[in-house]
T-cell receptor, first 109, second 110 residues
């Protein structure tokens, strides 16, 4: 099946810093989503981005489908950005999302 | 608030108990999902229901039994669980590609 690798596994930042999270996947996909899981377990969808670039406030994402990777950018990080960021993908025609292991982000004040 | 509600939020059960997890969505979505999140492991898809029909059963042991009585409700019936079944169980719904998750039920099996 499709493989999803996220890097780095852990990231510690000071408030105000910028960061880039990476997601590599092993096969072509028609569905790629980025999620944020807060410390209480709630998963929030950040972006649906099988290709191209999107921005939402301090967050932006880029997926280069031909090279099988996606990047999530967090600018001017805040303590509320802490949590685990997951990339999830599904191959064409599948409803089955495959998740990476996540990047655990800690933003210190 | 994502529009997907899961109850209970926490559950402790013995290995001989029978319990059920409930998921409810009022987003008008036509697909619902159960995921399992164990410590140090990626989220694992357990079941998918599309238009109230089960379309995916990801080799889940029979001690987990899903039920989807209508497009707004999804249950996960649990019986004779094992300690290794302790995990966060997440429900999601979708209409199209984007999935919306509930806050999860944290299950501990003693």
């Amino acid at each position: 099946g499709i493989q999803v690798e996220q890097s780095p596994p852990d990231l510690i930042l000071q408030e105000g810093a910028n960061s880039t999270l990476r997601c590599n996947f092993s096969d072509s996909v028609n569905n790629l989503q980025w999620f944020h899981q807060n410390p209480w377990g709630q998963l929030i969808n950040l972006f649906y981005i099988p290709s191209g670039t999107k921005q939402n406030g301090r967050l932006s994402a880029t997926t280069v489908a031909t090279e099988r990777y996606s990047l999530l950018y967090i600018s001017s990080s805040q303590t509320t950005d802490s949590g685990v960021y997951f990339c999830a993908v599904a191959p064409g025609g599948s409803e089955k999302l495959v998740f990476g292991k996540g990047t655990k982000l800690t933003v210190n004040p | 608030e994502t529009g997907v509600t899961q109850t209970p939020r926490h559950l402790v059960m013995g290995m001989t108990n029978k319990k059920s997890l409930k998921c409810e969505q009022h987003l008008g979505h036509n697909a619902m999902y159960w995921y399992k999140q164990s410590a140090k492991k990626p989220l694992e898809l357990m079941f998918v229901y599309s238009l109230e029909e089960r379309v995916e059963n990801n080799s889940v042991p029979s001690r987990f039994s899903p039920e989807c009585p209508n497009s707004s409700h999804l249950f996960l019936h649990l019986h004779t669980l094992q300690p290794e079944d302790s995990a966060l169980y997440l429900c999601a719904s979708s209409h199209g590609y984007i999935q919306y998750f509930g806050a999860g039920t944290r299950l501990s099996v003693l």
